[in-house]
Nanobody
C-alpha cells in the first residue's frame, strides 16, 4: 500500500504564489510517477502536472509557464510551485502516484487552494 500526505494549500490573492508538497510512504517503487490533479466545484478532476521517476514533466496547457512540478526521490516527495495564481485555479488539489505498467493509482486526501480576485 501507498499513503500520500499533502500540505501547503490555502487562500491567496490573484497573482500570488503557493507551494504544495506531497510525501509518499509505503511500497514505493523507483519507477512510480507522481503528480498533481485538481477538481473544481462541479467539474471533473483534471491533470495539472505529472513527474516521471526520471524527472520529466508534463503539464496541463492552462498551467504551463505558471506552475512548476518537481520531485525529490530520496524523500519520496513531489512538489508543485504555483505562481501567477488566478481565480480559475481555485480547486481541491490531489496528489497522485501512478504505478507504471499496472494502471494502479493512489490518491492523497486533497488540499484546498482558493484564489480570490
Amino acid at each position: 500500500q501507498v499513503q500520500l500526505v499533502e500540505s501547503g494549500g490555502g487562500l491567496v490573492n490573484a497573482g500570488g504564489s503557493l507551494r504544495l508538497s506531497c510525501a509518499a510512504s509505503g511500497s514505493i517503487r523507483s519507477s512510480d510517477a507522481m503528480g498533481w490533479y485538481r477538481q473544481a466545484p462541479g467539474k471533473q478532476r483534471e491533470l495539472v502536472a505529472l513527474v516521471s521517476s526520471g524527472g520529466s514533466t508534463n503539464y496541463a496547457a492552462s498551467v504551463k509557464d505558471r506552475f512548476t512540478a518537481s520531485r525529490d526521490n530520496a524523500k519520496n516527495t513531489v512538489y508543485l510551485q504555483m505562481s501567477g495564481l488566478q481565480p480559475e485555479d481555485t480547486a481541491v488539489y490531489y496528489c497522485n502516484l501512478r504505478r507504471m505498467y499496472s494502471g494502479i493509482n493512489w490518491w492523497g486526501q486533497g488540499t484546498q487552494v482558493t484564489v480570490s480576485s
